[in-house]
């Protein structure tokens, strides 16, 4: 009786240890949970799944990795955290690289975090890899318009990114551009969410690239007289220290990081 209850009890840790056993466990209740629209939950289940995936001796077929990846994201996407589900269906795509839903998706949450120009890419993928079905017009259609719309958001004038007119002088597009700056800058970001904080790197590069298009003399009507003018609304070389941080190319971001060493919040005029 001793040696049964011994090898039911080893039965019972092996099944315990097991990473294969418990990834599909959990998995299954993960599922069954982001069915029921328990997202937070499934979220949670997944991300355990997933966990022990990585302990298994040998992966799950990718198609298994695609679904469990996918319906993470869907599930973080429903929770409005936009940039961890860009991210899994990143991983869903890495698995099974034509997935289609994965890609489409992916694109509303870059969109979303006004990441326009990778949004763009996929919908172009998908237009460029798409199958067309007398009953499957409408997807391609709609995919075909959002492209159009995300083109014309990436391609918004200097003036509309700056909230400035189109006649607004020197002064006043440097005084819209430290305001915008100001709002966006990562160290206004520290305490934010992932997603408040990509929506501002974005914005913060789309920001200092409509300056330099309108402080460029080749690209400005009034060129010649723009030094002058700052001068004489007092925008001029008292304040040169500024504009190394404003103007210099160490300030631009990327989507790879900083160029350089961002400016402090300090150095901006607030603590």
Partial sequence: MDIAVLYRWKDMQRVLCDPSLLFSNRTARATKLYKQGEYELACDGYKAAI??????????????RAVVYFNYARS???MGRLTHAA???THVLEAVPRHERALDHRSECYAALYDYDSAIADLKELTQSFKPSVEAATVLQGW??????????????????????????PAEIKRAYRTACLQHHPDKQANASDDSRTRSRHLFARIQTAYEKLTAAPTRNHSSSFNAAERASGYGDDDDDDDD???????????????????SAHEYGYE
């Avoid at 966990?51 to 298994?64: T, V």
């Avoid at 990327?254 to 350089?260: E, I, L, V």
């Fill in 76 to 78: 973080a996407q429903s």
């Fill in 51 to 64: 966990g022990e995936m990585c302990r298994m001796p040998s992966q799950p077929l990718a198609d298994n």
């Fill in 245 to 263: 941080y404003f103007a210099g190319t160490h300030f631009r971001p990327s989507t790879s990081g900083w160029g350089g060493a961002a400016p």
């Fill in 87 to 89: 991210e899994l269906f």
């Fill in 144 to 169: 075909t318009a959002r492209q159009v719309d995300l083109r014309a958001k990436a391609s918004k004038k200097p003036h509309a990114t700056l909230g400035v007119g189109v006649n607004a002088t």
